[in-house]
């Protein structure tokens, strides 16, 4: 099957049709993520950033446009990632202040790629980076003891993107295994999102 052919499944709610693509395309999103520096920031994040460009390239493409579904992903997968970098660059730290794009042209256009350097404008107060690893180190621990074991080693790996098959190997469970403990982790760290609003 091609792509455009997974694409219309996942969008009519077939999941492995969703998973088979984000398995797919997890080495473009680490290629066009190792393309992004951020000042202050994790490479987990721009990887994840990147997984939700991919998500909503999946259920929004449109297969009656001249773009093939990896022309498209790629760009939802870049404006998802410089988007994020722009919030992180608004909020209340403002340790970044501006972008600036280098571009690598090779021969082939698939082979380009977009280095995003981002330059800091002040660096925050050591109490402010001191009380900021404080909440990520409550948050951390909460979740933590929030899970059991088994959910918080398939939480780790589904966080650094393996895909069921790999958590399947790695863990040595089934894949249904790992689809519970992943509903039951949503559910059990609901209060996180609860206590962001």
């Known amino acids: 099957m091609t792509d455009e052919e ?10 492995n049709a969703v ?5 797919k395309y ?3 999103i680490s290629k066009l993520s190792r393309s992004y520096f951020l000042i202050g920031g994790d490479i987990e994040d721009i990887l994840q950033e990147g997984m939700i460009g991919l998500y909503k390239a999946i259920m929004n493409f449109k ?23 722009r919030v992180a660059s608004s909020e209340k730290n403002k340790v970044l202040s501006s972008a600036l794009p280098i571009m690598e042209k090779n021969n082939n256009e698939d082979d380009e790629e977009e280095v ?4 800091p404008s002040s660096l925050p107060l050591p109490e402010d980076q ?9 948050i951390f621990d909460a979740i933590k003891s929030s899970l059991s074991s088994l959910e918080y080693k398939v939480l780790l790996l589904y966080l650094k993107g393996f895909n ?12 249904k295994s790992i689809d519970n403990a992943l509903t039951r ?13």
Do not use: P
Request: proline share 0%; aromatic share 6%; hydrophobic share 35%.
């Open 6 to 15: 997974i694409v219309i499944k996942a969008q009519n709610g077939d999941e």
């Open 19 to 23: 998973n088979e693509l984000l398995s």
């Open 26 to 28: 997890k080495s473009l």
């Open 63 to 85: 297969d009656k446009k001249n773009a093939s579904f990896k022309t498209f992903a790629t760009t939802c997968i870049r404006n998802q990632i410089q988007s994020a970098i």
């Open 116 to 119: 995003e350097i981002i330059v």
């Open 130 to 138: 001191v009380l900021e690893k404080e909440k990520v180190k409550e």
């Open 164 to 175: 069921y098959n790999e958590i399947s190997k790695s863990m040595n469970i089934s894949k």
């Open 185 to 197: 982790i949503k559910n059990k760290l609901s209060f996180l999102k609860e206590n962001k609003e």
